[in-house]
T-cell receptor, first 116, second 115 residues
Framework: DTEVTQTPKHLVMGMTNKKSLKCEQH?????MYWYKQKAKKPPELMFV???????INESVPSRFSPECPNSSLLNLHLHALQPEDSALYLCASSQGDRASGANVLTFGAGSRLTVL | AQSVTQLDSHVSVSEGTPVLLRCNYSSSYSPSLFWYVQHPNKGLQLLLK??????LVKGINGFEAEFKKSETSFHLTKPSAHMSDAAEYFCVVIGIYNQGGKLIFGQGTELSVKP
């Protein structure tokens, strides 16, 4: 299995809702990432988990709450979002905890979030 | 700090003609460079990577890129475009020091392929 699987593919939520995005990989990768991508822009790093511990938080607002229940799963809990949070949310994983020439990131297909 | 600049925001070619997507990098050290492709409403897929081995790197789907230190360039080429190549392409460098271990993305080049 060489894939990163993200669910749901599409999510529409109101500003008062609580929802979650899920990401799963079975490649034995020990680092997992959340990126946010606005239309026609490159992805922006949000969080990095290394060996199930949060290692990087790129000053993301607390309405986004990541969780790594085990080495194969990564969640992003969403609460009280704003319309400007509408974007494609990409999950990725890699063998080690720092990207390098030998440590390539594998990306999922993304979850497209719309906040009304 | 490491950075990459993609010189064209949009490139349009006809099917069967060559593709050239340009990327310049800035790095104090020998960089690790990548090209990723993103088809509409999809995730990113690795096309190829340079990690200080051979300067001409071959990737998937007939793409290749040449690392030129003297020109600080890592341009992506393909001899003959196919309709399925229409997508967004990102040139990426690995950050070091205070950017340690992070992917530094260019702004992207949208490739259109006309029949």
């Amino acid at each position: 299995d060489t894939e990163v699987t993200q669910t749901p593919k599409h999510l529409v939520m109101g500003m008062t809702n609580k929802k979650s995005l899920k990401c799963e990989q079975h490649m034995g990768h020990r680092a997992m990432y959340w990126y946010k991508q606005k239309a026609k822009k490159p992805p922006e790093l949000m969080f990095v988990y290394s060996y199930e511990k949060l290692s990087i938080n790129e000053s993301v607002p607390s309405r986004f709450s990541p969780e790594c229940p085990n080495s194969s799963l990564l969640n992003l809990h969403l609460h009280a979002l704003q319309p400007e949070d509408s974007a494609l949310y990409l999950c990725a994983s890699s063998q080690g905890d720092r990207a390098s020439g030998a440590n390539v990131l594998t990306f999922g297909a993304g979850s497209r979030l719309t906040v009304l | 700090a490491q950075s990459v600049t993609q010189l064209d925001s949009h490139v349009s070619v006809s099917e069967g003609t060559p593709v050239l997507l340009r990327c310049n990098y800035s790095s104090s050290y020998s960089p690790s460079l990548f090209w990723y492709v993103q088809h509409p409403n999809k995730g990113l897929q690795l096309l190829l990577k340079y990690t200080s081995a051979a300067t001409l790197v071959k990737g998937i789907n007939g793409f290749e890129a040449e690392f030129k230190k003297s020109e600080t360039s890592f341009h992506l080429t393909k001899p003959s475009a196919h309709m399925s190549d229409a997508a967004e392409y990102f040139c990426v460098v690995i950050g070091i020091y205070n950017q340690g271990g992070k992917l530094i993305f260019g702004q992207g080049t949208e490739l259109s392929v006309k029949p």
